[in-house]
């Protein structure tokens, strides 16, 4: 397998990384991810990530807390994430670095663009956590955000379900597969697989996206490789 994609950026949701015991970190799961990542890595494509929270802490989960300390609590829940898929990874032999848009200089460092094209050009691996360090601002937002700066070939967002459907397929067994689509059909068909704020960032910025089961076999491969899988938005 050759890979299409000399950088991406990978947005894993936290959910995926808890599997099927839906909190918390399955160590199953992580080791399947960080297998596909070896492997992606040792091809020479350069990696970037970001990790949701939400196998920790999702939005205000029914409490009435204040919007923004309840996105602070998840910006802090990636970064649980991120240390345990740099520690995953580092026991694999691959180097990594986790950088935070918070800064927490003795657990990370800061989140600096040109030290992170600098960790590329070292063959490491960059965790991108707490989001943009913004509240009001979602996990998807920010890979969108990183996949700009990083100028990724591809946005691939790995997700628990094989792509992006005209309804919920856990709720309708009708609901209709895209195999393509553009930002435009994202915003304006009101599409929920992506927030209309990381659409419209990577379409002004003509970064493709695909998303894809992360459950598949050898997914995150198979998706570096440009196997046919899962939806892909483009401007096209």
Known sequence: MQPKYKRV?????GEALAGDQKFGLNEE?????????????????????????????RGRQGTNMDRATADQMGMLATVINS??????????????????????????EPYVLRKALRHFEKG????MACGT??????????A?????????DVLLMAKNVD???????????DAKKYDRLTFSDIVNKGLKAMDATAATMC????????AFALGEKDSILRAVCGENLGTLISNE
């Open 29 to 57: 799961v992580i080791s399947g991810v960080v297998d596909q990542l070896v492997k992606v890595h040792d091809m020479g494509v350069e990696i970037a990530l970001v990790i949701g929270g939400g196998n920790f802490w």
């Open 9 to 13: 950026l990978l947005k894993l949701s």
């Open 203 to 210: 379409m002004e910025n003509d970064i493709p996206v695909l």
């Open 133 to 142: 360090g913004n509240p009001y601002c979602s996990t998807d937002t920010a």
């Open 144 to 152: 969108a955000q990183r996949a700009c700066e990083i100028r990724a």
């Open 124 to 127: 490491r691996i960059v965790i």
């Open 163 to 173: 792509g992006i459907y005209d309804s919920d397929p856990a709720l309708n067994p």
């Open 83 to 108: 240390l345990a898929m740099m520690d995953a990874i580092e026991q694999r032999g691959v180097p990594t670095r986790v950088q935070t848009a918070l800064n927490m200089i003795s657990v990370a």
